[in-house]
């Protein structure tokens, strides 16, 4: 599955790459997943599409790998 702006996905709260975990606060105490939605993609070097830009339910954004992201299933109507 080819991960997509608009896409709702989860991840670790330790796989956040930028900012670092020290001047970021996305997360509740004890919570080591938070979920958001992709907004954008990032490139590394030559490597295209290597991060993917993560709006989080605080509305953060927050740069994680994309092979960390977890899709959510569709909410139903």
Known sequence: MLTQVGDKVRFSVDDIFLPNAESVFVAAPG???VQGTVVNFSDSGQTPRMFALVEVVRRQTVV???EKLQPLPPRSP
């Open 31 to 33: 919570e080591v997943e």
């Open 64 to 66: 994680v790998p994309i």
